[in-house]
Each structure stands twice: as C-alpha cells, then as structure tokens.
C-alpha cells in the first residue's frame, strides 16, 4: 500500500500519512466510486472497514448493481472524508480526504467473510458485537463481502489561518 502524494496537485495542502492512517481507521463511511456496465460514472456511499494493512471491507447483498459491476471491473476508487469545517463567511471549507485506488475482490472464503464482519461489527457497532455476530451468522448466507486492496492512496487538507 502506497501512500504517495506526488501527483496531488496542491503541494501546499498535503495530509501526513499518520493522519491518512487515522481517517482511514476511524471513519463512517466512503464512497465507492466504479464504471457501470454502460461505460457511465456510479458512485454510492458505503460503510467499510480497514483491516490496519492493505485491505478495506464493504458487506453488501450477493446480488444487484455494485455486484455487476464488480464482477465485470475490479478498479475502483474509494474516497474517505476526514473532518469537514463550513467557513461561510470567508466562502470556504476547511477538509481532510484520502482518495485510495484500489482492486475488489469478491470474497468467496467463508473465513475471510467472517473476520470481515467481525472487523465491521467491532468498528461499527461495538457496544452491540454479541449481539451483531448472532445476526451476522443468522445473514451470513446471504451477506456478500467485498475486498478493495489498496494498490495506492493519497491525501489532502485545507486548513485556514483565522484573521487577526
């Protein structure tokens, strides 16, 4: 997994590889970003879980667009937002975001597909993991997990000074 931010554009607003790391472990959600079977742009938020190497896990149903999608073109791109701060008065925003170009994989091992939803039950909802294993293993069936291995990723911040 390379963390290489030589092609951002802007220099000047370059995000540590610490804090990458830290966004990419404790955010919500990304957005999965695909070429449909049309050729066209398609892009939907999703929960994932990064397992602290060089691999993401999304869950999803074994069936539908994503999967199609998937099966036909392995690259995508996933992009995570860190904090996010409206500056409306000085007609700004101040952000981080880590954009990873990754491979998907469509996990048929039912080890892998089980640690990946520990890892999501444990990040996800951890108050509730006793509880989130009974249903995992109740849905595992019929539960799809994906894997993006991230073949490289980059990041950004915006931060503004306050005016004195």
């Known amino acids: 997994m390379k963390y290489d931010n030589s092609k951002v554009r802007r220099q000047d607003r370059l995000l540590d590889e610490a804090r990458a790391r830290e966004i990419l472990a404790t955010a919500e959600y990304g957005i999965l970003s695909m070429i449909d079977l049309d050729g066209k742009p398609y892009g939907m ?16 149903a074994d069936e539908g667009k994503k999967i199609d999608i998937l099966e036909c073109h392995d690259q995508v791109s996933f992009c995570v937002v860190g904090k996010v701060n409206l500056l409306p008065s000085q007609f700004t925003t ?26 999501l ?23 799809c997990i994906v894997r993006l291995d991230i073949l490289s990723w980059s990041g950004k911040r915006k931060q503004v000074r306050v005016k004195s």
């Open 45 to 60: 938020p999703v929960n994932f879980v990064w397992d602290g190497e060089e691999s993401i896990y999304i869950h999803c």
């Open 94 to 119: 101040e952000y981080e975001s880590i954009i990873l170009d990754c491979e998907t994989t469509i996990c048929t091992y039912d080890e892998e597909r089980m640690h990946a939803l520990e890892l």
């Open 121 to 143: 039950l444990k990040k996800l909802s951890p108050n509730d993991f006793e509880i989130g294993m009974k249903y995992a293993r109740k849905s595992f069936y019929r539960t």
